[in-house]
């Protein structure tokens, strides 16, 4: 089988994998890279002016919720004043009822409506009779008043329920507003914080970048990894990144020795440049039915960076030397590493074992390969242009069926 996954085997094997490759594989030149930290410097500064701006919100939020808790405390002192005096109220209404119908009971003479008139013409004589109808008169104008009085505070006791009912709503209101207001404070923040990503982080790579190129007597239109390639080529004996000299290699090979792909590559899609991310798929999901099936580099080459990612995913990065350019492989949701950085492998060499760290939803290998790297010292790129520009099919270099029993 080895025979199907060299590339270089034959002149018409050689042909039609330049036709396969993608074009773009330049990294960035010094010019690019001076632009690039510009850009990013601008950036930077906006979005701390917009944290700023979202902090004064914050601030104007916190003190009209400040004033809604005391609006809230001082409509519940007057609920409860209001409560006392709906209490008052009723008490005095109880006591001007029992008052009038005493008054009635106790000056009635009779059943019927002319009980007054019976008793102001039952006097003996003039003088009684004169006396009765003042008396009578003053109770009717008495119990009038009462009745009055009586329907007044009713009416005023309704008046208070209903102003209950209303500060009750009010302060329903109130305490929906305040739950907003806070609502609103927490989208503040998240978005504050999805809104400080990489971008500091990038602006720092792209100024190592920039003096890197520098360091090394790169020309400024000079593509940084046609630079590094002429100086590691040059300087075969340095270690490391960008000064070692990477073996060359014509063939790949798959990283695992029988699997089957579980997500294909789509490429970037759209960059979201709030979160640094990619709505698409930047490289190629590979599993087995071995969850901890040894991992190896598709290709010889260096050792260049293994880390975890922000997510906890165990991160391997190989760079190879491909027809006098760089290219770069990254391996990523590994269970474990087996080699360091600095370290020379073959395509032979286990690297790690295939497992589930980090953001997966279960064990299986993501693979890129790149033209240049964002995470490597001397990658020769930045994360944004990493995912927007450098990112290749790496089914372009490794013969990857949907599944496969040897490398």
Same mark, same amino acid.
């Given at each position: 089988?080895?025979?199907?996954?060299?590339?270089g085997?034959?002149?018409i094997?050689?042909?039609v994998?330049f036709?396969?490759?993608?074009?773009?594989?330049?990294?960035?030149?010094?010019?690019e890279f001076?632009?690039?930290?510009?850009?990013?410097?601008?950036?930077? !500064?906006?979005r /701390?002016?917009?944290?700023?701006?979202n $902090? @004064?919100?914050?601030k104007? %939020?916190?003190?009209? =919720? *400040?004033t809604?808790?005391?609006?809230?405390?001082?409509?519940?002192e007057?609920?409860e004043v209001?409560?006392?005096?709906?209490e008052?109220?009723?008490?005095?209404?109880?006591k001007?009822?029992?008052?009038?119908?005493?008054?009635i009971?106790?000056?009635?003479?009779?059943?019927?409506?002319?009980?007054?008139l019976?008793?102001?013409?039952?006097?003996?004589?003039?003088t009684?009779?004169?006396?009765?109808?003042s008396i009578v008169?003053?109770?009717?104008?008495?119990?009038?008043?009462?009745?009055?009085?009586?329907?007044?505070?009713?009416?005023?006791?309704?008046?208070?329920?209903q102003e209950?009912?209303?500060?009750? !709503?009010?302060? /329903?209101?109130?305490?929906?507003?305040l $739950? @907003?207001?806070q609502?609103? %404070?927490e989208?503040? =923040? *998240?978005?504050?914080?999805?809104?400080?990503?990489?971008?500091?982080?990038?602006l720092?790579?792209?100024?190592?970048?920039?003096?890197?190129?520098?360091n090394?007597?790169?020309?400024?239109?000079?593509?940084?990894?046609?630079?590094?390639?002429?100086?590691?080529?040059?300087?075969?004996g340095?270690?490391?990144?960008?000064?070692?000299?990477?073996?060359s290699?014509n063939?790949?090979?798959?990283?695992?020795?029988?699997?089957?792909?579980?997500?294909?590559?789509t490429?970037?899609?759209?960059?979201?440049?709030?979160r640094?991310?990619?709505?698409?798929?930047?490289?190629?999901?590979?599993?087995?039915?071995n969850?901890?099936?040894a991992?190896?580099?598709?290709?010889?080459?260096?050792v260049?960076?293994?880390?975890?990612?922000?997510?906890?995913?165990?991160?391997?990065?190989v760079?190879?030397?491909?027809n006098?350019?760089y290219i770069?492989?990254?391996?990523?949701?590994?269970?474990?590493?087996?080699v360091?950085?600095?370290?020379?492998?073959?395509?032979?060499?286990?690297?790690?074992q295939?497992?589930?760290?980090?953001?997966?939803?279960?064990?299986?290998?993501?693979l890129?390969?790149?033209?240049?790297?964002?995470?490597?010292?001397?990658?020769?790129c930045?994360?944004?242009?990493?995912a927007?520009?450098?990112?290749?099919n790496?089914?372009?270099?490794?013969?990857?069926?949907?599944?496969?029993?040897?490398r």
């Amino acid at each position: 089988m080895k025979e199907k996954l060299l590339i270089g085997a034959s002149l018409i094997l050689t042909l039609v994998s330049f036709v396969a490759l993608p074009t773009e594989t330049r990294a960035k030149t010094i010019q690019e890279f001076e632009s690039e930290v510009s850009k990013y410097n601008k950036e930077l !500064e906006d979005r /701390k002016s917009k944290i700023a701006t979202n $902090e @004064e919100e914050i601030k104007k %939020i916190k003190s009209q =919720i *400040a004033t809604m808790e005391s609006n809230i405390k001082k409509t519940e002192e007057e609920i409860e004043v209001l409560q006392q005096e709906i209490e008052e109220c009723e008490a005095e209404i109880q006591k001007k009822s029992e008052e009038s119908k005493n008054i009635i009971s106790y000056y009635q003479i009779s059943n019927g409506e002319n009980s007054y008139l019976e008793y102001a013409f039952g006097a003996e004589d003039i003088t009684d009779m004169i006396y009765r109808l003042s008396i009578v008169e003053q109770l009717t104008e008495y119990n009038d008043k009462i009745m009055r009085e009586l329907e007044e505070l009713i009416k005023k006791n309704q008046a208070k329920q209903q102003e209950l009912e209303n500060k009750k !709503e009010e302060l /329903k209101r109130l305490k929906k507003e305040l $739950e @907003e207001q806070q609502s609103r %404070i927490e989208v503040d =923040i *998240a978005n504050i914080k999805a809104g400080m990503p990489s971008i500091e982080e990038q602006l720092k790579a792209a100024k190592s970048q920039l003096n890197y190129a520098k360091n090394l007597g790169c020309g400024s239109t000079e593509d940084l990894n046609a630079c590094i390639y002429r100086v590691s080529q040059r300087n075969t004996g340095g270690g490391g990144g960008g000064g070692a000299s990477v073996p060359s290699t014509n063939g790949f090979y798959r990283p695992m020795e029988y699997g089957y792909i579980t997500q294909y590559y789509t490429g970037c899609g759209t960059y979201i440049k709030s979160r640094g991310t990619c709505t698409g798929h930047i490289g190629i999901d590979l599993s087995s039915s071995n969850k901890s099936i040894a991992i190896y580099p598709i290709a010889d080459g260096l050792v260049t960076a293994k880390y975890y990612d922000s997510a906890g995913a165990l991160v391997l990065k190989v760079k190879h030397n491909h027809n006098g350019r760089y290219i770069y492989s990254t391996y990523a949701h590994l269970r474990s590493w087996s080699v360091n950085v600095g370290q020379f492998v073959t395509h032979n060499t286990q690297i790690g074992q295939m497992g589930s760290t980090g953001n997966s939803t279960g064990p299986h290998l993501h693979l890129e390969i790149t033209s240049c790297d964002w995470k490597s010292e001397y990658g020769g790129c930045t994360w944004e242009s990493y995912a927007r520009s450098a990112s290749m099919n790496p089914r372009d270099f490794v013969v990857i069926p949907s599944s496969w029993s040897n490398r």
